[in-house]
């Protein structure tokens, strides 16, 4: 039987978190083999009480941590956490650094008391002008230009998720893998600071890129000047939508072959791929409405034969019925500390032709205090005063 694909089995992650850059950070490490023991308040990460959009927040990306109670605003929290961290490899934040230092935790001089430790933290900002700033996955999509981008002109729109956010925590992990790399070699750790900002900045880079070589600003997305003969949403016969793409020669032959538009083919102003790029406002009519005359199913299962880009329009709520995502091992079931289930996918890699499926429960709050601070050391009196009372909302 193959060996688990665990490479960072025996490193321990201690991590103070909330939301989702730095928690997806903690997640990644833990699909990789990590202990992450998560560090939260006598009353609980915030997030776990969050509604609507944000009840995915904790569960998802919190799947497979421990979870420690702590109350860092007594001398006893405060000593559990040094304690804690003594025995870590890495950790992670994304807190100001304000209110780390009144927790303990203070980066500082975490550096000089751990000087073994990877700090990992995340922040709105990287140093700079604007390092104090408050940020949001959608702050941060204003400023670089991504919002700009996604939107038709003077109607600015974030993109359909917290990528950023994900994103950010995945280069934390990454940097975090390559600082554990070096200390091995060095015996020396990192301070690390990842930004949602510079995150965002590398996702614009290429549209940066093209005013910077052409000088010209390119437009929104959804004006964007086309380099391709039918990169288009399309309309079907059964009430369905599909994007459908015919970016070679090849692949425009193939669309205007099956759907019998012989006449595109042999148009002489029509043989050079810029000379079906430039005819765009009389050919996509013409493709729509041949798309139009037929069912979605049919027109996938052809597209499919054909090495034709498609996609039918989907909700979120499709994968779940998709083929490919539900193929063994596409997604992982996790459960909620009431024992609800829930599917979701893990790392999108295969390791030896199998898909990572690593994942985990999601931690009942304070579920592990008393295993990972007795085995520190901890009698029960003082693991009692280490997690303090739980704080209610008045």
Request: negative net charge; glycine residues 10%; aromatic residues 6%.
């Given at each position: 039987m193959e060996r688990e694909f665990q490479p960072l089995a025996g490193v321990r992650v201690v991590e103070m978190t909330h939301m989702i850059m730095g928690p997806s950070c903690g997640m990644f490490l833990g699909m990789l083999g990590a202990e992450v023991i998560k560090v939260e308040p006598p009353e609980g990460d915030k997030t776990r009480d969050l509604t609507g959009m944000g009840r995915p927040f904790f569960p998802l990306f919190n799947r497979g941590k421990k979870s420690v109670q702590l109350d860092l605003k007594s001398k006893s929290g405060r000593e559990a956490l040094g304690a804690l961290l003594s025995t870590a490899d890495v950790f992670i934040d994304n807190f100001r650094d304000a209110s780390l230092a009144k927790m303990g935790a203070d980066p500082e001089d975490l550096r000089r008391r751990y000087p073994g430790l990877v700090l990992a933290s995340h922040k709105g900002f990287l140093s700079g002008p604007y390092q104090d700033r408050t940020a949001l996955d959608e702050v941060v999509q204003m400023m670089t230009g991504l919002a700009y981008m996604t939107g038709p002109t003077g109607r600015p729109l974030r993109v359909g998720s917290?990528?950023?956010?994900?994103?950010g925590g995945l280069f934390g992990a990454f940097s975090v893998v390559a600082a554990l790399l070096e200390r091995k070699q060095t015996g020396k750790a990192r301070s690390l600071r990842i930004g949602l900002f510079?995150?965002?900045?590398?996702l614009v880079a290429q549209h940066m890129v093209q005013y910077e070589l052409e000088g010209v600003d390119p437009p929104p997305m959804p004006e964007r000047t086309f380099s391709w003969p039918v990169y288009d949403i399309f309309d079907t016969a059964d009430g369905k939508q599909i994007f459908v793409g015919a970016v070679t020669?090849?692949?425009?032959?193939?669309?205007?072959r099956l759907l019998d538009l012989g006449e595109l083919l042999s148009d002489p102003t029509l043989q050079t791929r810029m000379d079906q790029i430039d005819a765009r406002a009389r050919t996509i009519p013409v493709v729509a409405t041949a798309i139009s005359r037929r069912n979605a199913d049919d027109l996938s299962k052809a597209f499919e034969q054909l090495g034709i880009p498609?996609?039918?329009?989907a909700k979120p709520s499709d994968m779940y019925s998709d083929p490919h995502v539900m193929r063994p091992g596409g997604l992982v079931a996790s459960h909620l500390p009431d024992g609800q289930a829930f599917r979701a996918p893990s790392l999108p890699v295969d390791v030896d032709g199998v898909m990572m499926n690593a994942a985990g429960d999601v931690p009942a709050l304070g579920a592990d205090t008393t295993a990972v601070l007795a085995a520190l050391g901890f009698d029960p009196e003082a693991i009692g005063k280490a997690?303090?009372?739980?704080?209610?909302?008045?």
């Amino acid at each position: 039987m193959e060996r688990e694909f665990q490479p960072l089995a025996g490193v321990r992650v201690v991590e103070m978190t909330h939301m989702i850059m730095g928690p997806s950070c903690g997640m990644f490490l833990g699909m990789l083999g990590a202990e992450v023991i998560k560090v939260e308040p006598p009353e609980g990460d915030k997030t776990r009480d969050l509604t609507g959009m944000g009840r995915p927040f904790f569960p998802l990306f919190n799947r497979g941590k421990k979870s420690v109670q702590l109350d860092l605003k007594s001398k006893s929290g405060r000593e559990a956490l040094g304690a804690l961290l003594s025995t870590a490899d890495v950790f992670i934040d994304n807190f100001r650094d304000a209110s780390l230092a009144k927790m303990g935790a203070d980066p500082e001089d975490l550096r000089r008391r751990y000087p073994g430790l990877v700090l990992a933290s995340h922040k709105g900002f990287l140093s700079g002008p604007y390092q104090d700033r408050t940020a949001l996955d959608e702050v941060v999509q204003m400023m670089t230009g991504l919002a700009y981008m996604t939107g038709p002109t003077g109607r600015p729109l974030r993109v359909g998720s917290s990528a950023n956010d994900i994103m950010g925590g995945l280069f934390g992990a990454f940097s975090v893998v390559a600082a554990l790399l070096e200390r091995k070699q060095t015996g020396k750790a990192r301070s690390l600071r990842i930004g949602l900002f510079e995150n965002c900045l590398l996702l614009v880079a290429q549209h940066m890129v093209q005013y910077e070589l052409e000088g010209v600003d390119p437009p929104p997305m959804p004006e964007r000047t086309f380099s391709w003969p039918v990169y288009d949403i399309f309309d079907t016969a059964d009430g369905k939508q599909i994007f459908v793409g015919a970016v070679t020669e090849g692949q425009w032959v193939a669309l205007c072959r099956l759907l019998d538009l012989g006449e595109l083919l042999s148009d002489p102003t029509l043989q050079t791929r810029m000379d079906q790029i430039d005819a765009r406002a009389r050919t996509i009519p013409v493709v729509a409405t041949a798309i139009s005359r037929r069912n979605a199913d049919d027109l996938s299962k052809a597209f499919e034969q054909l090495g034709i880009p498609f996609s039918p329009i989907a909700k979120p709520s499709d994968m779940y019925s998709d083929p490919h995502v539900m193929r063994p091992g596409g997604l992982v079931a996790s459960h909620l500390p009431d024992g609800q289930a829930f599917r979701a996918p893990s790392l999108p890699v295969d390791v030896d032709g199998v898909m990572m499926n690593a994942a985990g429960d999601v931690p009942a709050l304070g579920a592990d205090t008393t295993a990972v601070l007795a085995a520190l050391g901890f009698d029960p009196e003082a693991i009692g005063k280490a997690r303090g009372t739980r704080r209610r909302a008045a």
